[in-house]
């Protein structure tokens, strides 16, 4: 697997209701794999330090448990109800959660995004941060994708065929479908 760019948006809450916190797990889970992209910080000191800081916890406690416990989401929510002091209480989630919504870049921020999204800078245009923070990851994410189309193709190596028909085996039931794929019609 090669690197992600991050696609969960800062506009995101998981059950604690703190947005930003699935994106900061997510960056930080990444990168203490060595498998987020290029220009994306772990925990960077923009959102991800705003939602540490307002919940009450300590910067290196939390990438620290998250390198070394590698929980899922919902273990890493439990374990933030865990630490001492953290502060979860609904007046302080609403104050994080508005400081994180009302949060406004600057105009050369903004202008720099839109310009890269072939968007005008206009009425119609997104000013807060989570938007363009959106529009900024889904250009990168593009950008990566399609990037490896670019690239010359390495020539394809020759195949010998069998000698002889490849016999099935009936020893084991091929594997049950997830349950997105089961939920499919045919």
Do not use: C
């Not at 498998?35 to 990438?63: C, E, F, H, N, W």
């Amino acid at each position: 697997m090669k690197t992600l760019v991050p696609l969960i948006s800062s506009g995101t809450a998981g059950p604690l209701g703190v947005l930003h916190l699935p994106r900061l797990w997510l960056k930080a889970s990444l990168e203490a794999q060595g498998k987020l992209a290029p220009g994306y910080p772990g925990a960077g000191q923009g959102y991800d330090q705003m939602v540490i800081s307002g919940l009450g916890l300590d910067r290196q406690t939390v990438l620290d448990y998250i390198k070394t416990e590698r929980p899922t989401y919902p273990q890493f929510e439990a374990w933030i109800k865990g630490q001492p002091g953290a502060k979860l209480g609904k007046e302080s989630i609403d104050t994080l959660n508005a400081s994180i919504t009302g949060y406004i870049h600057d105009d050369a921020t903004r202008k720099g995004v839109l310009e890269s999204n072939g968007l005008a800078d206009d009425e119609t245009a997104a000013r807060d941060a989570v938007n363009l923070n959106n529009l900024d990851d889904w250009k990168e994410f593009h950008t990566a994708l399609y990037a490896e189309e670019e690239a010359p193709a390495a020539p394809a190596a020759e195949v010998a065929e069998p000698a002889a028909p490849v016999e099935e085996s009936s020893a084991a039931p091929a594997p049950a479908p997830h349950a997105e794929e089961a939920a499919v019609p045919a």
